[in-house]
């Protein structure tokens, strides 16, 4: 069973950074896709950035320019890093991982970015 766990969220203000970390309890060279996502109250949850397997990352219109998604496959880590935040990124970010035909979510950490 995999499991992940995030850290690194919590409060900035804007135009600050911020980095989440996603670590899973196996290797990680073996996942397929692997991605960050994010909800805000009252919305749906929705891809912020992606890493292939193959090195492509993906990134949402919203964030491109700004945030970096990358991994670390000796640590099991998953990164994000935020540049640059907005109010509007406020929102609880979570990892995912995607194995076969089987997906995984981390718990969720919450970032609050103040004006």
């Known amino acids: 069973q995999v499991q992940l766990v995030e850290s690194g969220g919590g409060l900035a203000q804007a135009g600050g950074s911020l980095i989440l970390s996603c670590t899973a309890s196996?290797?990680?060279?073996?996942?397929?896709?692997m991605g960050w996502y994010r909800q805000a109250p009252g919305k749906q949850r929705d891809l912020v950035a992606a890493l292939w397997p193959d090195g492509t990352t993906v990134y949402a219109d919203p964030v491109k320019g700004r945030f970096t998604i990358s991994r670390e496959n000796a640590k099991n880590t998953l990164y994000l890093q935020m540049d640059s935040l907005k109010p509007e990124d406020t929102a609880v970010y979570y990892c995912h991982s995607k194995l076969g035909a089987s997906n995984y979510w981390g718990q969720g950490t919450q970032v609050t970015v103040s004006k």
């Open positions: 196996g290797s990680i060279f073996s996942f397929d896709d």
